[in-house]
């Protein structure tokens, strides 16, 4: 299985609600990603987490929140957002990160802030 | 900063055509380089992953070639079909840089 699952598929939200983007995986892998993506841009990075623990947030804005409850799960909670953060948010896991092992993504989270 | 370049941007092909992307990176310090496939509106799925270590790998129609020490890649598409219509993105990983820097990606279609 080299499965790694994004919940929802699609999200519409306003600019004042809160909400959370769910990713998992049964891989047995220790670093999780988020990435985003634009149209026609490629995947930018905005945070992994190694063993559970983050460590690394590529500078993103406070009303991204990840939070990685076990080894298996990995959220992204969201509130406050603007319009231009409207994308497709990705989810990726691998066996360790930096370990030169292939990176597994999910079909990703489509988000509109309206 | 690692760089890495795809070219063409863009690319149409007849089926049946055999056919080459090219993607190039500015340090060669890398672990690996992975080319990903993405349909529009989906994730990436990865096709090739080569280690530094390796010149190639293979897997079906597909074919990518390695040259660490000139900062090249190539993925051959043997005998093109409409169904591999979708962006093609190369990735490299290497120490230094925190996970997968990625090129802009190649759109190929492949028309029947």
């Known amino acids: 299985d080299t499965e790694v699952t994004q919940t929802p598929k699609h999200l519409v939200m306003g600019m004042t609600n809160k909400k959370s983007l769910k990713c998992e995986q049964h891989m047995g892998h220790r670093a999780m990603y988020w990435y985003k993506q634009k149209a026609k841009k490629p995947p930018e990075l905005m945070f992994v987490?190694?063993?559970?623990?983050?460590?690394i947030n590529e500078s993103v804005p406070s009303r991204f929140s990840p939070e990685c409850p076990n080894s298996s799960l990995l959220n992204l909670h969201l509130h406050a957002l603007q319009p231009e953060d409207s994308a497709l948010y990705l989810c990726?896991?691998?066996?360790?990160?930096?370990?030169?092992?292939?990176?597994?993504f999910g079909e990703g989270s489509w988000l509109t802030v309206v | 900063k690692q760089e890495v370049t795809q070219i063409p941007a863009a690319l149409s092909v007849p089926e049946g055509e055999n056919l080459v992307l090219n993607c190039s990176f500015t340090?060669?310090?890398?672990?690996?380089l992975q080319w990903f496939r993405q349909d529009p509106g989906k994730g990436l799925t990865s096709l090739l992953l080569i280690q530094s270590s390796q010149r190639e790998q293979t897997s079906g129609r597909l074919n990518a070639s390695l040259d660490k020490s000139s900062g090249r890649s190539t993925l051959y598409i043997a005998a093109s079909q409409p169904g591999d219509s979708a962006t093609y993105l190369c990735?490299?990983?290497?120490?230094?840089?925190?996970?997968?820097?990625f090129g802009k990606g190649t759109m190929l279609l492949v028309s029947p």
């Open positions: 990735a490299v990983e290497g120490p230094g840089y925190s996970t997968l820097t």
């Open positions: 340090d060669s310090a890398i672990y690996n």
């Open positions: 987490y190694s063993y559970e623990k983050l460590s």
């Open positions: 990726a896991s691998s066996s360790n990160q930096g370990s030169g092992n292939t990176i597994y």
